[in-house]
């Protein structure tokens, strides 16, 4: 019996494991966000040129965001709303990736943006896979990674780089996506 200790193995235990594949897409902003990237990187070379780390930093995190299909802004009174484009490349690749796995096979998305999380949620409805959630507002992260775990037609786990990325133990899945860069 194993009591309050931890099993850990080295590389060289690991001979029976497929080798890891890293697949990068690149992707090309849609018509409808191209001017937005155009434009925010343009502010990001200037704001970088001036050493405006701040601004920099803001226009970085808006080309991320624009890169995802979606936009923050700030309307009247500093309150910040979102836009969603319409056509999302990085979404078509998600599904390509998840439409080509083996139906028995499980994945898990990691994602940085709340806003992604709906967005990835709201793709996989549309697909009809089943999926559990994980992101800082969910009211029983326990449940829904128990659900990823042990119901088999839980296909798909969407979990927030920072909620979920420490002390879980993801093994049940075999395809794992980065959606967006963590911080």
């Not at 995802?68 to 990736?97: R, V």
């Not at 009211?139 to 088999?152: C, G, Q, T, V």
């Amino acid at each position: 019996m194993i009591q309050n200790c931890s099993i850990s193995y080295g590389i060289d235990d690991l001979v029976d494991m497929p080798p890891k594949r890293y697949i990068k897409v690149k992707l090309n902003p849609t018509d409808e966000s191209k001017g937005y990237c155009e434009n925010t990187l343009k502010l990001l070379k200037e704001a970088v040129k001036a050493k405006a780390v701040n601004e920099a930093e803001q226009n970085y995190i808006k080309l991320r965001q624009l890169a995802s299909g979606f936009m923050t802004l700030k309307g009247e009174d500093n309150e910040k709303f979102q836009i969603k484009f319409n056509d999302n490349p990085k979404l078509d690749a998600l599904q390509d990736i998840i439409e080509g796995m083996p139906p028995d096979k499980k994945i898990v998305i990691f994602h940085h943006f709340v806003m992604t999380n709906e967005l990835i949620s709201d793709r996989l409805k549309q697909m009809g896979v089943k999926h559990a959630r994980i992101y800082g507002k969910s009211k029983d992260p326990i449940a829904e990674l128990r659900k990823f775990k042990s119901e088999p037609d839980t296909r798909a786990l969407v979990i927030n780089s920072r909620s979920g990325s420490s002390s879980l133990n993801l093994q049940s899945a075999n395809y794992l996506v980065f959606f967006e860069q963590p911080d």
